[in-house]
C-alpha cells in the first residue's frame, strides 16, 4: 500500500463516520422534536388552567378594588356634604 493509498483510505473511513454520525444526529433530532412536542401537549392544560385561575383572581381582585374605591368615594362624599353643610350655616 502506498502513502496516497491509505490517506485515502483513511479519508473514505472518516467520511463514512462522518455520514454515520449526521445520520445518527438527524434521528436524535427526530426523537427529541417528538419528545418536546409530547411535552408541550402534557403541559398545555397546564398552562391553560394556571391562565384561567389567574383570570379568575384578577377577576375577583378587580371587583374588590371596585368595592373599595365604591366604599372610599362614598365616605368622601359624606365628608363634602358635612363640609357643606358647614359652610352653609
Known amino acids: 500500500m502506498t502513502k496516497q493509498s491509505l ?10 463516520e462522518r455520514a ?28 391553560e388552567e394556571a391562565h384561567r385561575k389567574r383570570l379568575q383572581d384578577d377577576e375577583k381582585f378587580y371587583k374588590e378594588q371596585q368595592e373599595v374605591m365604591f366604599q372610599l368615594q362614598l365616605a368622601l362624599r359624606a365628608v363634602y356634604i358635612s363640609i357643606y353643610e358647614l359652610l352653609e350655616s
Open 7 to 16: 490517506m485515502e483510505e483513511a479519508l473514505s473511513e472518516q467520511m463514512k
Open 20 to 47: 454515520e454520525m449526521e445520520r445518527k444526529l438527524h434521528k436524535l433530532s427526530k426523537t427529541m422534536d417528538h419528545l418536546e412536542r409530547a411535552k408541550r401537549e402534557e403541559e398545555r392544560p397546564l398552562i
